[in-house]
């Protein structure tokens, strides 16, 4: 492939880019196409033209994977796989072939691949010199997940806490990244009923969210509602209250945006209240929230 080819491959791929980032979709595959075709017209078999193939395919899968066409991104992303098989000089890209691939298994419910692929990726993140710790952190996030959705908590726990590590290591325990480790670490001791544990890592994940996105922030409105939880759970009823109500007034004003969120956090604040036998203050929140709802649904 000469260097004239290589050249029009590159400027091909940034202009996919340039047009996702403006929201042009079909415009992006048509040039994400054009690029994929002419990388196989010149594809003559030597390794340099391989890799272009490959790397075109991945942005092409990559397109097809944010636009849904998932059964297609599959096939476009084994594909690209099956190119650069067992050639150790591209772990990084099989790596991250194969943890798109994992996030496609993923979306399906299909934990036993999501698992296989995610598992892959990690093990060629790692063997890399230096390792691609924040990759293999976002992939432990995932993993975490789906062994809890199977109700495996140990390995759920080693997981997360493992991408948790990772983030505090790599970005301190004030970045976005170790925030949403937090919460999410909290989130599984409170379904497995270690309510202190969970309060200390809500409790982080509010106060590294506070420092990055601000007090109303959605996120922040999150680990607000997440720490009340976690506060009711071991008596602390004062400051879940106040916690409920800071969530509320947070999420009031991203409503049109979140009002899934919102209705959640309405629902448990007023449970909340009813397990302090606060009923009337119960069913007055979900009135308020019932008419918010409402008014932004037009």
Known sequence: MDSGTVHL????????IELVNQGKWDDAMRSAEAAVEKARQSNDGNQDDIVCLAATLEIKGDLLRQQGFLEDSRVTYLEALELLKGNSKYTEILA??????????????????????????IEMYERLDPPMALEVADICNNLGFIYRSLGN??????????GLEICHNELGSKHEKTAILCNNVGALYLKSGYDEQAREMHTMALEARRFTLGDQHPDTAQSYSNLALSLAQIGETATAR????????????????????YAVVAENYAEFLRSTSDTKASASIMKKAQKKLAKAAH
């Open 9 to 16: 491959l590159e400027m091909l791929s940034e202009r996919v």
């Open 96 to 121: 991250r072939i194969s943890a798109s691939i994992g996030v496609l298994y993923d979306q399906v419910e299909n934990d036993e691949e999501a698992i296989l692929y995610y598992e892959r990726a």
């Open 153 to 162: 908590m140990d390995t759920a726990e080693t997981l997360l806490l493992k």
């Open 242 to 261: 106040d916690y409920f109500q800071r969530s509320l007034a947070i999420y009031e004003k991203h409503i049109k945006e979140e009002p899934h969120e």
